[in-house]
């Protein structure tokens, strides 16, 4: 068989183009690697910060991330895991509001889903009161329901409890629980590498993943005199609206904690999760969240 001129030169051509397109992807990796490997670390205001990869657990950006901190409401994400976490659990059984509820509120000054005395809500919806408007009387109502004692003290008492159980059966070694809505006794803290632990976890039950990721809700529950009345709430989560992907979690604030924020956002079937604490307002909490967040997405 005889090669002529056309066909070496066909085949020179061939091999240019086999070697071209290598180049090509060759660099392109190359550059992909180069970029991951110079992409800045965002600066935040926050002293503490955590996120990681919800898929494999995989650190993406870190800050003082084992730094005990008070945690504010983000404590909430715990109080609702505990409720989800009860063995035969009825969410449309119907709690009684008590007084005790909405007095610990006033003296608290504490935030508030606005449940009126003798109504009958239900577990779900006491769950909607707790995240969205983190609400401390739908905590009070749920610790007091979940909890096991013959007085309302002893069952706050062991709810608690049940919340600092399940953040052992975590092997969480930088958290504790002294309260069931953040309001602690000195003893109330985590960390933000915790917390996005203690999320990613409550994050596997689908009723806590509907909730959070809600943004508002018109709730129906039924009156002392057996009528109905609707309870409206809007989340305090901000992300939801502004953050492409988001997914929740829970914002926390006080005296001690200053800003907080546990987020969670999917892209491109990858889901981040994360924590910020000690934040100096709800401004900085959520552009410190973008920063590490965009970041988070990029490794």
Request: glycine share 8%; charged share 20%; proline share 2%.
């Amino acid at each position: 068989m005889k090669i002529g001129i056309k066909d070496i030169n066909r085949v020179s051509a061939t091999a240019t183009v086999a070697l071209t397109a290598s180049a090509v992807i060759s660099g392109s990796v190359f550059a992909s690697t180069a970029q991951a490997a110079t992409l800045p670390t965002p600066t935040i205001t926050a002293k503490g910060g955590y996120v990681m990869n919800n898929g494999t657990a995989k650190t993406l950006y870190s800050k003082a991330a084992d730094t005990r901190r008070s945690t504010g409401s983000t404590t909430k994400i715990m109080t609702a895991k505990v409720v989800l976490s009860q063995k035969n659990l009825n969410l449309d059984s119907k709690v009684t509001i008590q007084k005790a509820y909405s007095d610990y509120i006033v003296s608290k000054g504490a935030s508030s889903a606005r449940l009126i005395v003798g109504d009958k809500v239900t577990v779900r919806q006491l769950l909607y009161g707790l995240m969205l408007p983190s609400g401390c009387d739908a905590a009070y109502a749920l610790a007091d329901k979940f909890g096991s004692g013959t007085t309302r003290a002893a069952r706050v008492k062991s709810f608690i409890g049940k919340m600092n159980a399940q953040a052992k059966s975590l092997g969480l070694k930088n958290t504790h629980f002294d309260s069931f809505d953040g309001i602690g006794n000195g003893s109330n803290y985590s960390t933000p590498r915790d917390l996005t632990k203690i999320a990613s976890s409550a994050m596997k039950s689908s009723t806590f993943r509907t909730i959070v990721k809600t943004k508002s809700t018109k709730q129906k529950v039924t009156t002392k005199s057996g009528g109905y009345r609707y309870m409206s709430w809007s989340n305090t989560n901000a992300m939801l609206s502004s953050y492409s992907g988001a997914i929740g979690v829970k914002t926390g604030s006080g005296p001690t904690a200053k800003y907080c924020l546990v987020f969670a956002a999917t892209r491109n079937g990858k889901t981040v999760i994360g924590t910020v604490l000690s934040s100096t307002s709800a401004t900085t909490r959520t552009s410190d969240m973008k920063k590490i967040m965009d970041y988070s997405f990029k490794k």
